[in-house]
Nanobody, 115 residues
Framework: QVQLVESGGGLVQAGGSLRLSCAASRSIFSIGAMAWYRQAPGKQRELVASITRGRMPNYADSVKGRFTISGDYAKNTVYLQMNSLKPEDTAVYYC?????????WGQGTQVTVSS
């Protein structure tokens, strides 16, 4: 089983930056595949970025060049660095771990970008 705790959300002006953190209850090296999703009001949850051990990170087209996903094995934490934020990035952001073919989710953190 995996527990995930997100932090780092908040209110920021367009063009600003935020860094989200996702602390895992077990080694992220052992988990292997982790991702960030987001869900805006009235919309479906969508994949933002994913990182899998031994592979290049994957990004949604809408965030390529602005967001960066990374992991710190020593801290069992995955980060999402978000730069050049836009109002359309406003959403609840969720951390996801796929471990032994099961999906685990954090509680979500709100990101609001004002224009």
């Amino acid at each position: 089983q995996v527990q995930l705790v997100e932090s780092g959300g908040g209110l920021v002006q367009a063009g600003g930056s935020l860094r989200l953190s996702c602390a895992a209850s077990r080694s992220i090296f052992s988990i292997g595949a982790m991702a960030w999703y987001r869900q805006a009001p009235g919309k479906q949850r969508e994949l933002v970025a994913s990182i899998t051990r031994g592979r290049m990170p994957n990004y949604a087209d809408s965030v390529k060049g602005r967001f960066t996903i990374s992991g710190d094995y020593a801290k069992n934490t995955v980060y999402l660095q978000m730069n050049s934020l836009k109002p359309e990035d406003t959403a609840v952001y969720y951390c996801n771990a796929n471990f032994l073919s099961m999906n685990y989710w954090g509680q979500g953190t709100q990101v609001t970008v004002s224009s």
